[in-house]
C-alpha cells in the first residue's frame, strides 16, 4: 500500500497525504517523510506620478516605480521517501502546525471517525526538528546529531516500552507483535 502522513492544523482540521507509490507486503523498506516549510514572496510594482517645480521655475513631472504591495505564502512541503528514492511530494498551503501536548502516535492515523492501522513491522522511528536532505535520510546515526529530536529503535524484545536513544521521550507500545528486527 501507500505511505500516509497525517496531521493536525491549529484549528484542528486534518490533512492527509499519500506517497504516489507503493510498498511492497513482505519485504523490507526504508520509509521516510519530511515537511520543509518553506515561504513564496511575490511584490505588486506600480509607478507613482510626483509634480515639482525644477530650479528653473518650470513644473515637471517624475514617474517612480515601487512596490505597492507584498504579498507572502507560507507552506510547507511533504516529500515521501521509500527506499532511498522521492516516492511523491505534495505542499499544503495553511497555517503552520503550531504542535500540542498530544501524543505522537506511530503506525495509526485518524481522519475524522475513521482509523487506519499500519500493516507490517517498524524496526526504527527517527524524529528529526529540521527537514532532512534526500542525501542525509538513511545514514547511520549514533544519537548525537544535531537536529534529531527522538529515536526509536525498538530493540527492547519485550515489554510495552519503546525507550528513546536520545532524549527522555519514551514510548508506549499498544497492540504490537515483536518480531525480529530486520
Not at 516605480?65 to 504579498?71: A, D, F, G, R, Y
Not at 516516492?87 to 495553511?94: E, F
Not at 513491522?121 to 536532505?133: C, D, P, Q, T
Amino acid at each position: 500500500g501507500k505511505v500516509c502522513f497525517v496531521f493536525e492544523d491549529p484549528s484542528g482540521k486534518y490533512y492527509n497525504y499519500l506517497s504516489n507509490t507503493s510498498v511492497i507486503a513482505g519485504s523490507f523498506h526504508h520509509i521516510a517523510v519530511t515537511r520543509k516549510r518553506g515561504m513564496t514572496t511575490q511584490e505588486k510594482k506600480g509607478t507613482k506620478s510626483f509634480e515639482f517645480t525644477n530650479a528653473d521655475g518650470d513644473k515637471e513631472v517624475q514617474e517612480v516605480e515601487m512596490v505597492e504591495s507584498v504579498n507572502t505564502e507560507e507552506w510547507s512541503e511533504i516529500t515521501f521517501y521509500i527506499d532511498g528514492k522521492v516516492a511523491g511530494t505534495s505542499r499544503y498551503h495553511g497555517q503552520a502546525p503550531s504542535g500540542n501536548n498530544g501524543n505522537l502516535v506511530i503506525g495509526r492515523s485518524q481522519v475524522g471517525g475513521r482509523v487506519s492501522y499500519f500493516k507490517g513491522a517498524i524496526s526504527e522511528v527517527r524524529l528529526w526538528n529540521k527537514a532532512r536532505s534526500t542525501e542525509e535520510i538513511g545514514k547511520t546515526i549514533e544519537a548525537q546529531e544535531m537536529g534529531l529530536a527522538a529515536w526509536w529503535q525498538f530493540e527492547e524484545g519485550e515489554g510495552n516500552i519503546a525507550v528513546d536513544g536520545k532524549s527522555s521521550n519514551h514510548g508506549h507500545i499498544q497492540g504490537a507483535t515483536r518480531i525480529k528486527s530486520p
